[in-house]
């Protein structure tokens, strides 16, 4: 079920262990931004918040470290004890200041990792790899070279949540010096990544890293982007093999291929804007085409090139708020990226 033109629906929040933390989309606790007449009112989002949209809240839902105690965390060493996958129990690791390194971080189930205003890394690829339960929110990631793997790899894991966080590196070292910036492959399932900010890169996000993994990824791979600002990146906004892709609510702005729909890949693309976006959306560089179904898009003057698929609203299975595009300009940008304050006790932190 859909609903269309107004602002997204409450959601419980369940409790934590230890101190009282709490994050808001603006320096108060609650705030509303009217868009033509439409009030859009940002919920509070407390460190124990589950996933609340997408393929994420299906499959038993996303709770990541919910149910656990709070680590705050200001270096690599800390970072990487804390959410060591040998340890599967639920953990909620805040990430204070920005970490620095070169190398990858490999995540374990039952984590929620969420940063505090201007918190997250430099040079660090994380990946979450054969795990499942897992939210990453409010992080910058930056500069990750392809050597230590992507921004954010999630490879053969199940239920993971990405929101309000940024994504980039940048345009002058050519296509191949970073790899991408949100990865997900080998059969990983029920993803979502939502309200997220990727720009300045060339290779931005691939769903399914091979047309020769059929086999696996099949039945698999079911992602959704919501409420996404995708700026100056080259192309794979996102890249889509095999699976089954949810993109909507989300601001292209000067790309050269924005959404790639390939080997037997489905996609609903609703209520989105491409601007200075050569190829909206396309299907090619595969052995085999993909599919989307295309509804209220404002395409810039570009085209969609994809064949048609047979993939409706009424074929997800979740409830979602759509803004019509028209609203997306108004609305997308100033919400994208790691900009959720933090409260402690109810107090919130300008940010």
């Known amino acids: 079920m859909i609903s269309r033109y107004c602002s997204t629906r409450n959601t419980k929040a369940g409790g934590t262990k230890g101190l009282a933390f709490v994050a808001v989309a603006s320096p108060t606790e609650t705030w509303r931004r009217a868009v033509k007449g439409i009030t859009l009112a940002a919920k509070q989002a407390i460190f124990s918040e589950v996933a609340t949209l997408g393929y994420a809240t299906q499959n038993g839902g996303t709770s990541g470290g919910s149910a656990g105690n709070i680590t705050t965390v200001t270096t690599l060493a800390q970072f990487t004890a804390a959410v060591d996958p040998k340890n599967t129990a639920p953990a909620i690791v805040v990430v204070s200041g920005v970490i620095t390194g070169n190398v990858r971080v490999n995540i374990g189930s039952n984590k929620t990792i969420i940063g505090l205003p201007g918190a997250g890394f430099n040079g660090v690829g994380l990946q979450i790899r054969n795990q499942n339960n897992v939210i990453v929110r409010n992080i910058v990631s930056s500069f990750v070279k392809a050597a230590n793997g992507d921004g954010l790899t999630i490879q053969a894991s199940t239920n993971v949540w990405v929101d309000h966080c940024e994504f980039y590196s940048d345009l ?102 491409f601007k200075n976006v050569t190829n909206p959306i396309q299907s090619v560089d595969s052995t085999q085409v993909g599919y989307a179904m295309a509804v209220d898009n404002d395409y810039g003057g570009g085209v969609d090139g994809a064949p048609a698929a047979n993939v409706t609203d009424a074929s997800i299975p979740y409830n979602y708020t759509l803004l019509g595009s028209s609203h997306v300009i108004a609305t997308v940008p100033s919400q994208a990226g790691a900009n959720l304050a933090v409260a402690f006790n109810g107090t919130a932190v300008p940010h």
Do not use: Q
């Open 172 to 273: 002058a070292n050519g296509k191949d010096y970073y790899d991408g910036l949100i990865d997900v492959t080998h059969a990983s399932d029920f993803i979502t990544i939502s309200h997220t900010y990727f720009h300045d890169h060339f290779k931005t996000s691939l769903v399914g890293h091979s047309d020769s993994n059929g086999a696996s990824d099949t039945g698999h791979l079911r992602v959704t982007y919501a409420n996404n600002y995708w700026k100056n990146c080259g192309s794979r906004g996102p890249s889509l093999r095999f699976g089954t892709g949810h993109i909507y609510n989300s601001f292209y702005e000067s790309m050269h291929s924005a959404i790639n729909t390939r080997m037997g890949a489905k996609v609903l693309v609703e209520s989105n804007v």
